[in-house]
């Protein structure tokens, strides 16, 4: 399974922007990049997926670098309620292998 | 919004014992899976089910631990002997479609083995 590198934590402050990175040098062709996110004590929850464009929702925008090798995920205005744990997960197969994460803590 | 739903939310039980995890899946999703949270530790994959027949299972998933879907709508996981490292959180999640589609995780039960 292709791996991914995100830091282990990241900090806001309420209503900023925030860009969350993620490597994934050796991605393939077929791997779609898919973000989850884990907030204290509830299962994962699905926030954006893309392939090669950038994709916005309502949740996020996910931007995708050219040679795919990185992506970034950007919460337009954080929240209190964005803080979690963000997995960033390269899928090609019927399941998702879950890595460590960014734990982002929001101040007010 | 549908959800799944997870019951119990904590089940505590001794070593040796059997449990059985019960999952309500999102009504029209065709693609059921199972993964497992230790305290502290990475969400990890168990098993995936379509069809009425496991489609992968991890090494985690020996022959202590069995799924089915009994009755079209309830979605089970069993451990048949547990034991103190079966301790976790447990998650049932399903999908639409399969791959590179977004599941939909329930809220996870935890499970403490005595």
């Known amino acids: 399974d292709a791996k991914t590198t995100q830091p282990n934590s990241m900090e806001s402050n309420e209503e900023e922007p925030v860009h969350l990175p993620c490597n994934h040098s050796?991605?393939?062709?077929?791997?779609?990049i898919h973000w989850y996110r884990q907030l204290p004590s509830q299962g994962p929850e699905y926030v954006i997926h893309?392939?090669?464009s950038n994709v916005n929702n309502r949740m996020a925008s996910l931007a995708i670098a050219e040679d795919r090798k990185s992506s970034t995920l950007i919460l337009h205005r954080a929240t209190l309620r964005d803080a979690a744990v963000y997995y960033c997960?390269?899928?090609?197969?019927?399941?998702?292998?879950f890595g460590t994460g960014t734990r982002l803590q929001v101040f007010p | 919004e549908p959800e799944v739903t997870q019951t119990p939310s904590h089940q505590v039980t001794q070593m040796g014992q059997e449990v059985i995890l019960r999952c309500v899946p999102i009504?029209?999703?065709?693609?059921f899976y199972w993964y497992r949270q230790i305290l502290g530790q990475k969400v990890e994959f168990l098993v995936s089910?379509?069809?009425?027949?496991?489609?992968?299972k991890s090494e985690i998933f020996d022959d202590q631990f069995s799924v089915e879907r009994p009755d079209g709508s309830n979605f089970t996981l069993k451990i048949r002997s547990t034991k103190l490292e079966d301790s976790a959180m447990y998650f049932c999640?399903?999908?639409?479609?399969?791959?590179?589609?977004?599941?939909?995780f329930g809220p996870g039960t935890r499970l403490t083995v005595l």
């Open positions: 997960i390269l899928y090609n197969t019927d399941k998702l292998i």
């Open positions: 050796t991605i393939s062709g077929t791997d779609y």
């Open positions: 999640a399903s999908a639409r479609l399969r791959n590179n589609n977004e599941q939909f």
């Open positions: 009504s029209n999703h065709l693609y």
């Open positions: 893309g392939l090669t």
């Open positions: 089910f379509y069809n009425n027949e496991i489609s992968e």
